[in-house]
């Protein structure tokens, strides 16, 4: 039997075992030949220790191995030969390398079970620092201490163990699926590690360090809902879209909406109880949409606005509390808030708004009459009609009425509008000049042509044929002749007519090749007749007289004469668009006819009204005549005045010139005696 040494612990099977430093000390101990040296802790048990070398190898330092290393720690030597060094592996038997401790250093996150402890390295390696790995990083594992430099080894990885203390968690997120044993590779600066969301490469748990900022995708976290809030515009379905809220969202508070989205933050960022809020508005539906979303650290204290629709100024807000806090005073609009987001991939559904459909031509009286639920509602005269705007809510100068149609009578209204409306949606201050008016098309107005034997009648109803069917693609052409009395002729165009509104049109009016009969009445005002201008080749004058008119039916059929013009006797509007020439002068007759009835007009208007307008038309029919018949014209003018000076003014004998009977007696009794 050899004399028996141990570096590091007894070995506990021989009297006679005793400790030496290194396998020169052992051999200068040995008192035999021969002599085992145990470098490291091994069950000795395996170990055939009568084991003798064949005499050619008796110089030779033999090495057992071990379950890690070709060099196990188990040495058998020569006493005079031990220093050669010349170490021989021998593999007829292999020791078993015991968990040793002494020279580990174990990072405190790591689990004492799970790792082999008795891994050594190969002692004719230099004294390097072995660095294990763990689940996470190639290092960060136990440290087998040494001096010359490091190495990693991968035999092998420890078990980090969860070390949430070592964290920052952020409040709004579901860490329950998250493993905190995740640790940084040491060998790296200390940066601070940011984990994501399912929304952002950020937001989730924290690493700290000092190093600056790295984003690890290694897990994600997913970020929990903070409080919401819902604006309530007390429309259709509000109420059950909060109750189905609260069912997901125990904690969510409504808010009536009152005057305008600042009104309303201002109230809710002093009940919020939690750094982020959620702003939610009753006229969107939130069916399909996920509240867990939250922006980057970077636009914390930015307000981030969610699109309805296409409606890039939406109803859908995530607030940071404190910083809208420190503004709110300062803010006399929501946009004057320092920064806001526009989330560009993500928007709400908001609700349809209303579409009310209406048959008559007082676009007005609806709007009066129509109880809103809803902040908008769509009116329109048409079946089939789709909403293609979703318009800003935020303040009422953003709630704009909005026109989809020429005449306005399909357009969409914002419930502000009740308070201001009297006689004309321009009542209200807020209208659209967007470039939508042609969204939808509407019919052409009716043309009735109205003639009473004038001598050019068949002419010109040619003409504004031709004019119509090779310009333009107007209504339908009617053609009411021979109705005695102008308001009898009206009456019975309004009722040819199968449209709100109609052009008339008569026998001494060469309608102008450019006039387009695509023009339409206004919806935004209460119904009226619409004058348009008319060159008179006689005198010079252009205005309404014998001009092209777009009467409104309704209008005209409810119409009692009152006055000496049965245009002027209802609403109506004057048009400066050129509607043609007012050929008169087609026959002595008919040139008279109209002078007299237009200066009998004139005259009673002058003595009602200073305006230098009438005066100024009136004196032009008296004086200036020029072409042919332009001497029945000022005749059948100065006749007017004297007539009306002869009766005094009396309107009721003025209310004669109605009657083409009375007019034709009357002009016979003075020329045709």
Not at 124 to 146: C, D, I, M, N, R
Not at 636 to 656: I, P
Request: charged share 20%; hydrophobic share 35%.
């Amino acid at each position: 039997m050899f004399d028996v040494f141990y570096k590091k612990q007894p070995l506990g099977l021989f009297p006679f075992e005793r400790p030496a430093e290194s396998l020169e000390h052992a051999a200068d101990l040995s008192r035999t030949e021969f002599f085992w040296f145990v470098e490291t802790a091994m069950d000795a048990s395996t170990v055939d220790w009568d084991w003798q070398p064949p005499p050619w190898e008796a110089d030779q330092v033999h090495v057992f191995p071990s379950q890690w290393q070709k060099t196990g720690g188990l040495y058998l030597a020569r006493k005079w030969s031990a220093g050669n060094k010349n170490y021989h592996f021998r593999s007829e038997f292999s020791v078993t390398a015991l968990p040793d401790l002494s020279n580990w250093k174990i990072p405190e996150y790591i689990s004492t079970e799970f790792f082999d402890y008795s891994w050594h390295p190969d002692t004719t390696e230099e004294p390097y620092e072995y660095h294990f790995g763990t689940q996470w990083q190639l290092a960060g594992g136990p440290v087998y201490q040494g001096t010359a430099g490091i190495k990693f080894v991968t035999v092998q990885k420890a078990l980090a163990l969860p070390n949430k203390a070592a964290w920052i968690v952020p409040d709004n997120i579901d860490d329950s699926d998250f493993d905190y044993s995740w640790h940084p590779d040491p060998m790296e600066l200390p940066y601070e590690y940011r984990f994501p969301t399912q929304w952002q490469k950020e937001g989730g748990p924290i690493y700290p360090g000092t190093a600056g900022i790295k984003f690890v995708s290694a897990q994600k976290i997913k970020a929990n809902a903070t409080q919401i809030f819902y604006m309530d515009f007390n429309n259709p379905g509000s109420k059950e879209q909060f109750n189905a809220l609260k069912e997901r969202f125990p904690d969510i508070k409504g808010t009536r909406y009152v005057e305008s989205h600042l009104t309303v933050f201002k109230r809710i960022v002093n009940l919020a109880t939690t750094e982020f809020v959620w702003i939610v508005s009753s006229v969107c539906d939130y069916s399909n949409f996920d509240f867990t979303w939250h922006p980057k650290a970077s636009q914390r204290e930015m307000i981030h606005c969610f699109a309805s629709n296409d409606q890039k100024r939406g109803d859908t807000f995530y607030v940071h509390v404190q910083s809208f806090k420190n503004q709110m005073y300062e803010l006399e609009l929501l946009d004057w808030f320092n920064v806001i987001n526009y989330v560009e991939d993500i928007s709400v559904r908001r609700i349809n708004m209303p579409i009310h459909l209406y048959y008559g031509d007082n676009l007005i009286e609806e709007v009066k009459n129509y109880h809103f639920a809803t902040p908008y509602v769509m009116f329109s005269n048409q079946h089939d009609v789709s909403i293609y705007n979703q318009p800003c809510l935020w303040t009422e100068k953003d709630r704009v009425v909005q026109s989809f149609t020429e005449s306005n009578s399909i357009c969409t209204v914002p419930r502000d509008v009740k308070v201001y409306l009297q006689s004309q949606m321009y009542d209200y201050p807020y209208i659209s000049t967007s470039k939508t008016r042609n969204l939808f098309a509407e019919m052409p107005l009716d043309i009735v042509y109205i003639s009473n034997g004038e001598p050019n009648e068949e002419e010109y109803y040619s003409w504004l044929n031709y004019n119509c069917n090779h310009t333009f693609a107007p209504g339908k052409i009617h053609w009411v002749r021979g109705v005695n009395g102008r308001t009898a002729a009206y009456q019975e165009a309004a009722r040819r007519s199968t449209t709100p509104w109609f052009f008339a049109t008569f026998a001494k009016l060469r309608v102008d090749s450019k006039f387009d009969f695509n023009w339409k009445p206004d919806y935004f005002q209460e119904p009226k007749h619409y004058v348009f201008h008319a060159k008179n080749p006689v005198n010079g004058l252009v205005y309404g007289h014998m001009a092209m008119i777009a009467y409104n039916k309704k209008l005209v059929l409810s119409t009692e004469q009152t006055g000496l013009d049965f245009t002027l006797s209802a609403a109506h509007e004057v048009v400066p668009i050129l509607s043609g020439t007012a050929e008169y002068n087609q026959d002595e007759w008919t040139t008279w006819r109209t002078a007299f009835r237009e200066v009998l007009k004139l005259k009673h208007f002058s003595t009602e009204t200073t305006d230098v307008e009438t005066q100024h038309r009136l004196k032009v029919w008296l004086t200036k005549a020029s072409g042919k018949h332009s001497a029945w014209s000022l005749l059948g003018a100065s006749d007017a005045v004297e007539y009306f000076e002869s009766v005094g003014g009396d309107f009721e004998k003025l209310k004669l010139s109605y009657e083409w009977d009375w007019l034709n007696q009357y002009y016979n009794s003075k020329y045709k005696k």
